[in-house]
């Protein structure tokens, strides 16, 4: 459901409008519901030719950062014993 | 050449660090059924073959989140009579040109019978057919949750702005939290007659959905459910950070709602994209979800305000009663009590092709995911 | 050409000019498009003997012929046009039985109202083609079909070649521990066609990769004569191949992820539009079968040639009683490649 990609603003084309870039292509899409604040070199997270919403980049890199550390955490004792 | 923010988050050895983490806490004594409400879940974990990488305690259950697969037979052939008997030029998303309904017809069937059905990228763009064609009536069949939903809205406040006389909506917006209280309430039933209710100890939450209404609606839910909800994001490793995110919850006997995907999703959503829903839709009483029957409070219908751009209003449309298959499975398939494999129609009458339940409708379907992804789970080891 | 007979009264207007009903009645309008149009461009001994049947020598071996339909919206696309790509298809598809293609027929199905300079792009692209392809265009037709009863233009071709003998490529042919082998990058053609659809358009550098690949086949065939398959993997991409050699030759299928290369735009298309690379059209790739132990010769064959150059070993067939194509994916799971319905449309959710 709600095939939805982050894509980098490359350029506003006026009228609420503007130009994003995912691998290379450009499409055009509508900042109608995102803040005025967008601007270009945001990434957004594009649906139906809409920017829905901004994708913040340190929340990315923390997230990231917790899939790598998930290993660490529990190594000390393997699977933890029976409550 | 790498796709920020997609393909870093598809790696394999952080895959591998994940799935060493959720093969080592979870519990062997007991099992984890998790289910994932949406599609665009499912499709991950077929599409990547996100089931290899957990242990065998951990299985997940499909649920209904495909707004194609929802939709009443009905309501789709009320699409089909716009196109074939009132001669609008009906634009709709590519994903609902093939379903079938009433007696098989589909939107293409009728394309080639010569009715006028166009496919649109966006709401807009079927604005901008109707602009391009002002002696032309031009119908925008809406489909989508609340990701889709504000997209609609927009498309609906242009054209009165521009005060549109050949631009219509046909509405089918539906509430992605309705439909998890309902499926909690037909579990509830099913109790009550003695049956399986529901075999779920665990939610992955909507990705996009949620980044419109936020994590807050599934508080309530979680807490009077007793059941952890973790919001994520719709790549592979997003899933598997979720699924480990509920294996903890569990273990720790934790029911809370945990937001996985913070880079696009907050508390309170996108508050912009809510008022332009609020300004343009209302709530109906009710509304058919093949599959899971009427639910109150769960679909949007076009404000008074905006009558004169509601295709219903402006249509005579009969609303033809389509009953679910007897032989459907799904009501059971989603919630978890069932796999596609137990229906007795599963591969045989029922495939992607010739889809009789709600499951099959679309490939986010469980049973057509099953189908296409899953089926040599079953019939052959896995080579190499 | 016969210089010496009477020309036309006026020449053809190829700035402004439109196909009309009479363009294909079979009177001098017609003789007039056809020679000014398709004769001058097309020109060969062949034609030039002006029978409606041409007539050609025949050489030792086996010959083969296939004939393919041409439909396309838009008719121009970046890297190419109908004209070409009917070229090309046919000759790839002579060219997919080991064959050395000699000679196509070309029929036309022009729509009244189509601009005749449009049509002239078209037939000079198909005669740049066929020069290029190295194959002469012996025969033709063309019918004007009413206004609103066509797209255009359709164009039929048919190819026929010769395949040297010792020779024997086949669908049935894939052996359990055959490696497969794929010429390049999937779905270049199929994106590069929907940037331009109506209602989609978004910007790319991408264009098709329509090319004609009987030289590729036959450095391909002269390094590893014992080829058991050639597929062209158009529509349907290069899922349909394995599912159809999957089921003609009895066996499982096996790709890595890792191995199949896809150009960044067709990734980016792909993501946005909610499309899987496998099954976009290709009108330049293929996919050949061959004992594993040829695998790195015919590798490198491959990737000597031009069209070949980002030529990978993408997978192994299996003994698979169920037939099932499947791919380890990047990410570390399995998932089986199943065929789709009909086109893959751009979707939603
Ligand atoms: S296989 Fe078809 S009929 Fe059976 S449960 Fe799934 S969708 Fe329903």
């Known amino acids: 459901m709600c095939l939805a990609i982050p894509a980098r603003i490359v350029a506003m084309s006026g009228e609420g409008m503007a130009q994003v870039e995912v691998g290379g292509i450009v499409k055009e899409v509508s900042l109608a519901l995102v803040d005025d604040e967008v601007t270009i070199g945001d990434y957004v997270i594009v649906h139906v030719g809409f920017a829905l919403s901004r994708l913040d980049p340190e929340e990315a890199e923390e997230t990231l950062q917790l899939f790598a550390e998930a290993g660490a955490l529990p190594a000390a004792g393997g699977p933890e014993p029976l409550q | ?58 299985t997940m259950v499909h649920g209904p989140g495909c707004p194609v697969c929802v939709l009443p037979i009905g309501r789709l052939d009320q699409a089909i009579q716009l196109a074939r008997d009132h001669g609008v030029m009906l634009c709709t998303y590519g994903d609902l040109l093939r379903v079938p309904g009433v007696e098989r017809a589909t939107l293409l069937k009728a394309r080639a019978g010569g009715a006028d059905v166009r496919m649109v990228y966006s709401s807009l763009d079927a604005l901008a057919l109707a602009r391009a064609h002002p002696d032309r009536q031009v119908v925008f069949f809406a489909i989508g949750f609340e990701t889709t939903t504000p997209a609609t809205a927009v498309a609906l406040l242009q054209a009165k702005a521009e005060r549109f006389r050949n631009f219509t909506v046909h509405c089918n917006h539906v509430l992605t939290p309705a439909a998890i209280s309902g499926l909690l309430a037909s579990a509830r039933e099913a109790e009550t007659r003695g049956e399986p209710g529901l075999a779920v100890d665990g939610f992955v939450g909507p990705a996009h959905v949620s980044a419109v209404i936020g994590s807050r609606p599934f508080e309530r839910f979680a807490a009077e459910h007793a059941t952890p909800v973790v919001i994520a994001g719709f790549e592979p490793l997003d899933v598997m950070q979720a699924i480990l995110m509920l294996v903890r919850q569990l273990n720790d006997g934790r029911a809370e709602v945990e937001n996985e995907y913070t880079r696009v999703v907050c508390r309170d959503g996108n508050r912009k994209a809510q008022a332009l829903m609020d300004q343009v839709f209302q709530l109906r009483p009710s509304f058919d979800w093949r599959g899971l029957g009427a639910l109150p409070a769960s679909a949007l219908g076009i404000r008074d305000d905006f009558a004169d751009f509601d295709a219903e209003k402006r249509f005579t449309l009969s609303a033809p009663d389509v009953a679910d298959s007897k032989a459907c499975a799904c009501a059971s398939i989603l919630r978890g009590v069932k796999k596609p494999t137990d229906c007795r129609i599963f591969a045989t009458a029922c495939t992607p092709d010739t889809p009789i339940g709600a499951c099959m409708v679309s490939s986010e379907g469980a049973c057509a995911a099953y189908y296409t992804y899953g089926r040599y789970r079953d019939a052959a080891p896995v080579a190499g | 050409m016969d210089l010496g007979r009477k020309a036309f009264p006026r020449a053809l207007d190829l700035k402004s000019g439109r196909i009309e009903l009479g363009h294909g009645a079979g009177g001098r309008t017609m003789t007039q498009l056809i020679e000014e149009l398709f ?38 696309f970046p890297g190419g046009d109908i004209g070409s790509l009917a070229v090309h298809g046919t000759v790839n598809d002579v060219a997919m039985a080991g064959a050395r293609p000699l000679y196509l027929t070309c029929g036309m199905i022009l729509e009244e109202g189509f601009p005749l300079a449009d049509l002239a792009r078209i037939c000079a692209s198909m005669a740049d083609a066929a020069a290029a392809a190295g194959v002469c265009i012996v025969a033709g037709d063309t019918k004007v079909v009413e206004r609103g009863k066509g797209d255009g233009v359709f164009i039929t071709t048919t190819g026929i070649g010769i395949v040297p003998d010792g020779v024997a490529i086949a669908a049935d042919r894939a052996r359990p521990g055959d490696a ?29 990769d329509s090319a004609p690949l009987h030289t590729l086949v036959a450095d391909m065939v002269a390094a590893v004569p014992d080829i058991h398959v050639l597929r062209d993997a158009t529509r349907g991409g290069f899922a349909a191949v394995l599912n159809e050699i999957a089921r003609e030759s009895g066996v499982g299928i096996t790709v890595r992820e890792d191995a199949i290369p896809v150009a960044a735009a067709v990734r980016g298309a792909c993501e946005l539009l909610g499309l899987d690379p496998l099954y976009v059209a290709n009108e330049g790739k293929l996919v050949a079968f061959c004992p594993a132990s040829d695998a790195e010769r015919l590798l490198a064959v491959m990737q000597a040639h031009p069209l070949g150059r980002e030529s990978a070993i993408v997978g192994t067939c299996t003994d698979d009683p169920h037939r099932f194509v499947q791919m380890q994916t990047s990410f570390g799971g399995n998932r089986i490649i199943d065929w789709i319905a009909g086109e893959q449309l751009p979707r939603i959710c």
Do not use: W
């Open chain 3, 180 to 208: 497969v082998l794929l010429s390049g990058t999937l779905g270049d053609h199929g994106v590069a066609v929907l940037s331009r659809r109506e209602g989609l358009s978004f910007a790319t550098d991408l264009v098709s």
């Open chain 2, 1 to 58: 050449m790498t796709v920020r923010y997609i393909d870093e988050f598809r790696d394999r050895k952080l895959a591998e660090t994940l799935s060493r983490a959720i093969h080592a806490e979870a519990d062997s004594g007991r099992s984890y059924r998790l289910m994932e409400f949406c599609g665009g879940h499912t499709h991950a974990i077929f599409r990547y073959g996100i089931l290899d990488l957990l242990p065998a305690n951990v």
């Open chain 3, 39 to 76: 004769e001058s461009r097309f020109a060969n001994p062949f034609l030039a003997q002006r029978h409606d049947a041409a007539s050609f020598p025949v050489t030792d071996g086996r010959m083969v012929v296939s004939t393919d339909g041409f439909v396309i919206s838009p008719l121009f």
